[in-house]
């Protein structure tokens, strides 16, 4: 079982900037691929970010291309999300998720049913 602990929600003016923390307790951290995704209520969770296992190759939903980045710190198994130029769409409850050996090492995975380890989910509000 792998444990995955969010961290760094909050709320934030348009315009503003924010990094959320993932903290796993998948070993080796690298062999994990690790993802971002959002929900608001009534929706589906959405794809945000994804780093891939082993490659490290990073892919981000276009509505975040250009203002949010992921990066990993392997010894201290984090991986962060730094989201910049936020706005009032951006508001929902962030998920950190981690997949382990099936994960495809040939590509980073988009879906939250390639993911088998969740977070409890961080909140961050955006204000217009």
């Known amino acids: 079982q792998v444990e995955v602990v969010e961290s760094g929600g909050g709320l934030v003016q348009a315009g503003g900037s924010l990094r959320l923390s993932c903290t796993a307790s998948a070993r080796p951290f690298g062999a994990y691929a690790m993802g971002w995704f959002r929900q608001v209520p009534g929706k589906e969770r959405e794809f945000v970010a994804a780093?891939?296992?082993?490659?490290?190759?990073?892919e981000l939903a276009d509505s975040v291309k250009g203002r949010f980045t992921v990066s990993r710190d392997m010894p201290k198994s984090t991986l962060y999300l730094t989201m910049n130029n936020l706005k009032p769409e951006d508001t929902a409850v962030y998920y950190c998720?981690?997949?382990?050996?099936?994960?495809?090492?040939?590509?980073?995975?988009?879906?939250?049913?390639?993911?088998?380890?969740w977070g409890q989910g961080t909140q961050v509000t955006v204000s217009s």
């Open positions: 998720a981690a997949s382990g050996p099936r994960s495809p090492v040939s590509r980073v995975p988009r879906t939250a049913a390639e993911y088998d380890y």
């Open positions: 780093m891939q296992r082993i490659g490290g190759d990073i």
